[in-house]
């Protein structure tokens, strides 16, 4: 790794998040010390592995991956405006000198069918806030790709995702509460500054 937490921080802060974000697709952007709180826990799962992120958006994982080295990152998602932004923000670090092994595919996770199985997958999906039961959409796709699992899910899951690890042959082996910054973006948020608080979870195949 030739780059720094705090770098990596600092430079996924700098990047577009959602022009106009979708409500009912839960979208918000991991904000910068989330990515490092983040990668501080799950790097070692990450180095010269193959990772695929579900749900990228603006890109912003699948990046902060490839900055600690994977071999090569897939960033998912069903919206196109999302991911033109997630290749804008590949530009940017191009540009910067950072030429990453990542690229980006437009599908919805349900209907999501790969002939290559990934090492490890990392997602912060949607929660299920809006339209219910998409957290399980996510991870049932997850147990089905790969052995190891980074998930951030909302706060108190905790229950629930040990339950449904368990009966999909997987197990909860950390998890981790934080909280992440959104930027002003809903009309229900009131305040100019919110943080919504998140559990992160590693899951492996038993
Ligand atoms: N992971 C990104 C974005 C989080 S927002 C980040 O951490 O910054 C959740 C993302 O899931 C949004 O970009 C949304 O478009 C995407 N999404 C929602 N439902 C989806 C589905 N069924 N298939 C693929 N992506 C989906």
Known sequence: MKISFKEIEILVSQLYGFDEPKVFL???ETDGKTVSFFLQKAYQDLIQKYVIDLGCGTGILTFAAAFV?????????????A?????????????????LPVDFLCADVKKLY??????????????????????RIFLKKAFE?????WCFLSQN???????????????????????????????????NVEFLPVDIYRIERK
């Open 157 to 191: 899951s905790e229950p629930f995702v040990r339950k449904f690890s368990e009966e999909n042959g997987f197990c909860v082996t950390s998890s981790f509460k934080t909280k992440i910054q959104l930027r002003r973006k809903f009309f229900f948020h009131k305040k």
């Open 114 to 135: 790969l002939k290559k199985k990934f090492d490890v997958c990392i997602m912060n999906p949607p929660f299920g806030i809006q339209r219910k039961g998409a957290d």
């Open 145 to 149: 790709i790969s052995d190891v699992v």
């Open 26 to 28: 839960e979208q918000y």
């Open 83 to 99: 991911l033109k932004i997630a290749l804008k923000n590949k530009k940017v670090l191009d540009d910067l000198g950072f030429s």
């Open 69 to 81: 080295d994977a071999k090569f990152v897939l960033g998912v998602d069903v919206d196109i405006s």
